[in-house]
Nanobody, 115 residues
Framework: QVQLVESGEGLVQPGESLKLSCAASGISFEHYAVGWYRQPPGKQRELVAQITRDGATTMTDSVKGRFAISRDNAKNMLYLQMNNLKSEDTAVYYC?????????WGQGTQVTVSS
C-alpha cells in the first residue's frame, strides 16, 4: 500500500523560508519519479517541481531560483526547500510519486505566506 505523508506546514512572512518533507512507504522509492504540486485557494492544482529517478529536476518558472527539490532514496524522503516565499506561494502542497502510471498522492500540507 502506497503511503505519502507530507510535513512542514506553516505560516510564514514574505521573504522567509520553509522546508517541506514527504515520507514515502509501500513503494520502491528509488524507482519512482516524485515531486510536488500545489493548489492555491480557488485555483487548480499546479506542478511545482519534480525529480526523476535519475535525479533530473523540473521546476515551474515562478519558483525557479527560490525553491529546490531533492530526494534521499536511502530514507525514502522527498524535500522541497522554499526560500524567499511570496504571498502567491500560499497553497496546499501535495507530494506525488509515479512509476509508469497514475500518480500516488499525499494528503497535502498547508503553506501560508502572509505579513
Amino acid at each position: 500500500q502506497v503511503q505519502l505523508v507530507e510535513s512542514g506546514e506553516g505560516l510564514v512572512q514574505p521573504g522567509e523560508s520553509l522546508k517541506l518533507s514527504c515520507a514515502a512507504s509501500g513503494i520502491s522509492f528509488e524507482h519512482y519519479a516524485v515531486g510536488w504540486y500545489r493548489q492555491p485557494p480557488g485555483k487548480q492544482r499546479e506542478l511545482v517541481a519534480q525529480i526523476t529517478r535519475d535525479g533530473a529536476t523540473t521546476m515551474t518558472d515562478s519558483v525557479k531560483g527560490r525553491f529546490a527539490i531533492s530526494r534521499d532514496n536511502a530514507k525514502n524522503m522527498l524535500y522541497l526547500q522554499m526560500n524567499n516565499l511570496k504571498s502567491e506561494d500560499t497553497a496546499v502542497y501535495y507530494c506525488f510519486a509515479s512509476f509508469l502510471g497514475p500518480r500516488n498522492w499525499g494528503q497535502g500540507t498547508q503553506v501560508t505566506v502572509s505579513s
